[in-house]
């Protein structure tokens, strides 16, 4: 499964972006949870949300909850990231992930495909 990661970019606080995943194989992807995760420069990948398979599930990172709202359409294979209020904390390289089952989940070792990341560069 190969999953790609767009939409990132230079932003400043209090600014949006959308991040896309699209991910090339619709049967493994539209039957699992799929999760955005993120990695800043000296620090591991944090999980930052995840939606379940049909999109009826979702859970976020505290750090987020309010200001990023995760989404899916399985009929066009493509995972949404909505992050609005921007801060500079938020600058990270953003992956997609596809989980081990469909349930919504936060840990990293549920999800088995991991897709190259796009960067999110927040400045004050």
């Known amino acids: 499964v190969q999953l790609q990661a767009s939409g990132g970019g230079p932003v400043q606080a209090g600014g949006s972006l959308r991040l896309s995943c699209a991910a090339s194989?619709?049967?493994?992807?539209?039957?699992?949870?799929l999760g955005w995760f993120r990695q800043a420069p000296g620090k591991e990948r944090e999980f930052v949300a995840s939606?379940?398979?049909?999109?009826?599930?979702?859970n976020y990172a505290d750090s987020v909850k309010g200001r990023f709202t995760i989404s899916r359409d399985n009929a066009k294979n493509i995972l949404y990231l909505q992050m609005d209020n921007l801060q500079p904390e938020d600058t990270a390289l953003y992956s997609c992930?596809?989980?081990?089952?469909?349930?919504?989940?936060?840990?990293?070792?549920?999800?088995?495909?991991w897709g190259q990341g796009t960067q999110v560069t927040v400045s004050s």
């Open positions: 992930a596809v989980a081990r089952s469909s349930m919504a989940t936060s840990r990293l070792d549920n999800y088995r495909y």
């Open positions: 194989i619709r049967t493994i992807v539209s039957n699992n949870a």
């Open positions: 939606i379940s398979w049909r999109g009826g599930g979702t």
